[in-house]
């Protein structure tokens, strides 16, 4: 995951090995370190989309349910996501493009309100 690609190009390219992200709960705790490539691979790909998707206003910004804090090894670089139980939408944090809130897909949101099913 090159997260420093987010802002000059679709999508982020594949996860590399030894990439990985840890998921945390309203509380602060970690709930999850997720490792495995396929999982790593999707929230990378949810994460580079962002740019090339539809930036909305956001509201309710302290109703997120799951942060997710992505990090690329090689490049010493993070992405950090917000994730809303009920909204179809993100807030995140990218280098280079900064921070924002953008739409994703039904598929998305549900899979990301489901950490214990990452890897």
């Not at 994730?83 to 280098?95: A, H, L």
Request: charged share 25%; proline share 3%; glycine share 8%.
């Amino acid at each position: 995951m090159s997260v420093t690609a987010c802002g000059t190009q679709r999508g982020l390219p594949a996860a590399k090995s030894g990439d990985y992200a840890r998921v945390y709960n309203r509380a602060g705790r970690m709930i999850r370190t997720v490792k495995s490539q396929r999982d790593v691979n999707f929230l990378s790909k949810v994460a580079g989309d962002a740019p090339s998707v539809r930036r909305v206003q956001g509201k309710n910004v302290n109703h997120w349910r799951y942060r997710y804090v992505l990090y690329d090894v090689k490049a010493h670089q993070h992405v950090t996501m917000w994730v809303y139980q009920k909204k179809n939408q993100v807030r995140m944090r990218i280098p280079v493009v900064g921070e924002g809130v953008w739409r994703i897909n039904t598929g998305n949101r549900q899979r990301l309100n489901k950490p214990q099913a990452l890897q």
